[in-house]
């Protein structure tokens, strides 16, 4: 089954500063990638979805961005953040045919 | 576009008794339900999944019914444990197209 490796867990920065959130993922090939951003006692908000490699949808404009360079790794990327990209921010992958969608542990990202 | 949504935000049970979370979702062509469960500060972990050929499923402790008719999808736990405490999301695709979640259920077990 799928692995997902996704970091750091905690993530404090200061408004302004640049940001890079890395995911891998293993035991699959060609997988579909996710970025979803959790807000305190909120649902997941799906943010970037990726069917391939230097394929990226955007579901919200926001101050985000995502990339895709390699098959299995996603990254989600701000040049300037807000104090409003504070949250919980979630990796996930599926594969072909509706199978079920694993998650990365998340990262906790604090905007001070 | 499909929509998946919980019919209550928070639920309390004493623990030992039965738990059910309800879901509903929008889009008759949604072919493949998960829940998931996602403790404190974790990533959401797989519970139970349901295909839509089918009405019922059960796993340990848990059983996820779908009422296709009326587009609507419950999770329940039986003798609900302190363990159990955490948010419940449900999720729907059809096609294997991407999945929506619903805003979660954050159950509370009562000692």
């Known amino acids: 089954s799928q692995t997902i490796h996704q970091w750091p867990a905690t993530l404090v920065q200061p408004v302004g500063s640049p940001l890079s959130l890395e995911c891998t993922v293993e035991?699959?090939?060609?997988?579909?990638l996710y970025w979803y951003r959790q807000a305190a006692g909120r649902g997941l908000q799906l943010l970037f979805y990726s069917v391939g490699i230097g394929q990226i949808s955007s579901e919200v404009p926001q101050n985000l961005s995502a990339s895709r360079p390699q098959d299995r790794q996603f990254i989600l990327s701000s040049k300037k953040l807000l104090l409003s990209d504070s949250g919980f921010y979630l990796c996930?992958?599926?594969?072909?045919?509706?199978?079920?969608?694993?998650f990365g542990q998340g990262t906790r990202l604090t905007v001070v | 576009g499909e929509s998946v949504g919980l019919h209550l935000p928070t639920l309390s049970v004493q623990e030992g008794d039965n738990s059910i979370i309800n879901c509903a979702y929008s889009?008759?062509?949604?072919?493949?339900f998960i829940w998931y469960k996602q403790e404190s500060g974790k990533g959401p972990q797989f519970i139970i999944d349901i295909r839509s050929n089918m009405d019922k499923r059960q796993g340990q402790r848990v059983t996820v019914l779908l009422n296709k008719t009326v587009k609507h999808l419950s999770l329940q736990i039986a003798a609900t444990q302190p363990g159990d405490s955490a948010v419940y999301f449900c999720?729907?695709?059809?096609?294997?197209?991407?999945?929506?979640f619903g805003t979660g259920t954050s159950l509370t077990v009562i000692p």
């Open positions: 996930a992958c599926d594969g072909t045919g509706a199978s079920r969608a694993f």
């Open positions: 999720a729907g695709t059809s096609f294997g197209n991407q999945f929506y």
């Open positions: 889009n008759s062509a949604s072919d493949y």
């Open positions: 035991g699959t090939s060609n997988p579909n």
